[in-house]
């Protein structure tokens, strides 16, 4: 209700922007134009949390969830409160990390004990369950953080995709190490296994997929988990509960709810998380990770803040070079880490590169998540728009001017794209990560000064060069190599293939994500060694051959 206040206070504050009605005020929809199968006609109360494989219900205080959506009636808009969750205490998390230590027991526990084969079966059995949850989960997800139908469904899909091919990993992975290997006088056998107690939190950008990335990884290794959901995008987990509860031995996931200082922080600082994995903000990060009082035994995998930037050259395919900047800086409403949040385009080329982007955005359709063919829909963070509103505000006082026709036009919690130009050093928006629909964009003679800018930033994610002179981008490649994960040729910034590495340097992440990598991450690898003399063989070929150790062994699966 704060929030809904805190908006019509603004609202009331800017009534002179009137001119956003023409286009904005149908931007949300009466309660009756809404598709019955996406309707939510009661508020959905959840009260149960998952500890040691049992639902419990919560009696306590409820944190409304609200949606990014409003409802039009007439001329009033009223926001559409979609359910609540449990805030939970340190107690509650307190018992969810007991059972998960339990389930590890000291790496003794059934799960991290269990053959390759054993986990397998647990997480394809999650799998089906989960896909039977889909058109509930999609329909969450659009109402929870305004995500398209389109791309809700496309989130859920590939998060199914991405948990199938860790499967296919884990199996390869399994394949190479059921080998012996002679080095030096020596033999041994080298296989990953578990680290102990991960906790693992996601973003609400993509509260399911970016989730699971790291969840699934931590589980098949024979890690146990403790699960927050995202900020934002909470009770869209709540349709997996109890596949999560039926499918996966006691304890091996728990999912708690609430504040994060109050249930993380209680976790962190009982010294028993072994692995934090964390998509959110540096700051966030570094605040969890200094609680925990022996640093040196937790590792993290963090996928954190970024300011991507694309380079327009003069030569660049300026059509290619448009649509995968609108992509990049607007899909999802610029609401993806790996969203290009600065543009440098060359003087030469920036008139028609205005021109043809603007006349792309307004091409791009704003509505709700379930309206065919939208892409601009409300956006889910508190305070959101008035914080947009502020860097187009600053950007303006610093010789910026929107040159979009409606740019940075809003209504409660629709911000409709703002194209900023020209875009310099002085505004707050050539440094600030704004995760959202404002475009800046910086006019630029020399190339060395896009590479100032990336050697500099306190980011380092992507970066997107869009030119066909290969001497020139071969340049600004090589300059790049040591200051970003991925260098996009002609291409806007992007996470996918889910195969190629993921990660970012500075204050961007912690970590390789990969669907191999995070099998790596979420676990160790632990060696047995012998000198090769004949008596040692002997002893290595009677275990190998009477099936007698379950790590010694080269037994594998197709
Ligand atoms: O928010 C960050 C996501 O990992 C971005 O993934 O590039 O596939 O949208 P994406």
Redesign the pocket.
């Known amino acids: 209700m704060e929030h809904r206040q805190a908006s019509l206070l603004w609202e009331n504050q800017n009534l002179n922007r009137t001119r956003m009605s023409q286009l904005l005020a149908n931007v949300f929809r009466s309660d009756d134009s809404i598709p019955e199968q996406f309707k939510i006609s009661q508020a959905i109360e959840q009260r149960e949390y998952l500890i040691d494989g049992e639902l419990r219900t919560w009696t306590g205080n409820l944190n409304p969830v609200l949606s990014p959506v409003f409802i039009k009636d007439g001329n009033d808009f009223t926001q559409k409160v979609i359910g609540s969750t449990p805030l939970l205490t340190a107690k509650e998390s307190l018992a969810a990390l007991d059972a998960a230590v339990k389930a590890y027991d000291l790496g003794h526990g059934t799960w991290p004990t269990l053959s390759v084969t054993e986990r397998i079966d647990y997480v394809e059995k999650f799998l089906t369950a989960m896909r039977t949850q889909r058109a509930e989960v999609v329909k969450l997800l659009m109402w929870e953080i305004g995500k398209t139908q389109q791309d809700s469904e496309r989130e859920f899909d590939r998060t199914c995709d991405y948990i199938v091919d860790t499967i296919k990993a884990y199996k390869e992975l399994d394949r190479n190490s059921a080998k012996l290997i002679e080095e030096q006088g020596f033999m041994a056998q080298i296989r990953r296994v578990p680290i102990g107690v991960a906790l693992c939190m996601g973003?609400y950008?993509?509260p399911l997929n970016?989730t699971f990335t790291t969840l699934i990884p931590a589980l098949i290794m024979g890690n146990t988990v403790v699960f927050k959901p995202a900020k934002y995008g909470v009770l869209l987990i709540r349709p997996l509960i109890e596949a999560f509860r039926d499918s996966f031995p006691a304890g091996v996931i728990n999912i708690i709810y609430g504040r994060g200082r109050e249930t993380v922080g209680a976790l962190m600082e009982s010294g028993k998380i072994d692995v934090f994995a964390f998509i959110g903000t540096n700051k966030g990060a570094n605040d969890l990770k200094k609680l925990h009082p022996k640093s040196h035994r937790l590792k993290a995998i963090l996928?954190l803040d970024a300011k991507n930037p694309a380079i327009v050259l003069p030569d660049a395919d300026i059509d290619i070079a448009v649509s995968e900047c609108i992509m990049g800086s607007l899909s999802f409403n610029g609401q993806?880490?790996?969203a290009l949040k600065i543009l440098f385009v060359h003087k030469s080329v920036v008139e028609v590169f205005l021109k043809k982007f603007n006349d792309e955005v307004k091409k791009l359709k704003p509505g709700m998540p379930w309206e065919p063919g939208v892409s601009l829909t409300p956006l889910p963070e508190p305070g959101k728009v008035e914080f947009l509103h502020d860097l187009v505000e600053d950007a303006k006082l610093c010789g910026a001017t929107v040159v979009n026709e409606h740019g940075g036009e809003f209504l409660h919690t629709f911000f409709y794209p703002a194209v900023l130009y020209p875009v310099n050093h002085t505004m707050k928006i050539y440094t600030e990560e704004q995760f959202g629909p404002v475009v800046p964009i910086v006019p630029f003679e020399n190339d060395e000064e896009a590479i100032q800018y990336v050697l500099n930033s306190n980011y380092g994610q992507q970066v997107s060069i869009f030119g066909t002179d290969s001497k020139r981008v071969a340049k600004l490649m090589d300059a790049f190599v040591n200051q970003v994960g991925r260098i996009n040729l002609n291409a806007q910034s992007?996470?996918?293939p889910d195969t190629f590495p993921?990660n970012g340097r500075k204050d961007s992440a912690e970590g390789t994500l990969s669907i191999a990598d995070a099998l790596r991450v979420f676990s160790i690898r632990t060696l047995v060694a012998t000198k090769s003399t004949e008596r040692n063989k002997q002893i290595i070929s009677n275990i190998i051959r009477n099936r007698e150790s379950a790590f010694l062994s080269t037994d594998y699966i197709f």
């Open positions: 973003p950008n993509y970016e996928g993806r880490c790996t992007q996470r996918g993921f």
